[in-house]
């Protein structure tokens, strides 16, 4: 069974700033897939970015990146020039390849961005 | 696009009834998953459908079961409430049976009493 562990309950960054939320998984499985999604107070998981583990380069979507380590198992979600609307809960989530669409999540962190 | 849409929003039951909660996926998507969100044990997943037959199933009591119609649509269906079982109940919809990005409803929010 796959267990994924969010360290940081809570954080937090000043508009315009940069932070890294952390992640780390544990599988013995060598093909799965990455996400970090995004639960804004209106509840709806917004899918944030997506790191296949095949893949050695680290996925990037505007300002959001990730730090991918397969080796250390290590999922870390890079912010840059952080915005008031990426308040919010953010939860990182394996796939295997071999359980069909089934996420296992973190225990999510709860970023909060200052003006 | 409409979004995956989830029935109704919000519902209060008294322990011991049954309740049901629909997802309509997006068009075109035929894998359906739940997931109950509650603040002590997070994000759980309940099971998995694609072509109306159930794919996965997680690790919860046989007083939750669901199914999938031809449309795709999907229900889940909790009987014998108990106050734990109190939650945010997410439906995912994926366009194909594996290893998609998972779209999820804003969910429906249960309250036993």
């Known amino acids: 069974a796959q267990t994924v562990t969010q360290s940081q309950p809570e954080m937090s960054v000043q508009e315009a700033e940069t932070v890294t939320l952390s992640c780390t998984y544990d599988t013995s499985e060598s093909n799965y897939y990455l996400f970090w999604y995004k639960q804004p107070p209106s509840r709806q998981m917004i899918l944030v970015i997506r790191q296949e583990a095949y893949k050695q380069q680290n996925a990037t979507e505007n300002r959001f990146s990730v730090n991918f380590q397969k080796a250390a198992k290590s999922f870390s979600l890079k912010i840059s020039d952080s915005q008031l609307g990426d308040t919010a809960m953010y939860f990182c989530a394996f796939m295997s390849f071999n359980a069909g669409n089934m996420l296992t999540f973190g225990g999510g962190t709860r970023l909060m961005v200052k003006p | 696009k409409a979004g995956v849409t989830q029935t109704p929003r919000y519902l209060i039951k008294t322990r011991g009834q049954q309740v049901t909660l629909s997802c309509s996926p997006i068009?075109?998507?035929?894998?359906v998953s739940w997931y109950q969100q509650t603040p002590g044990q997070g994000l759980q997943f309940l099971f998995e459908y694609f072509s109306e037959t159930q794919r996965n199933k997680g690790n919860f009591p046989g007083r939750f079961s669901g199914r999938q119609f031809s449309n795709s649509r999907s229900e889940m269906n909790v009987s014998t409430l108990e106050l734990g079982d109190s939650a945010l109940y997410l439906c995912a919809s994926s366009l194909a049976p594996e290893r998609t990005e998972a779209f999820f409803g804003q969910g429906t929010r249960l309250t036993v009493v």
């Open positions: 068009s075109g998507h035929r894998s």
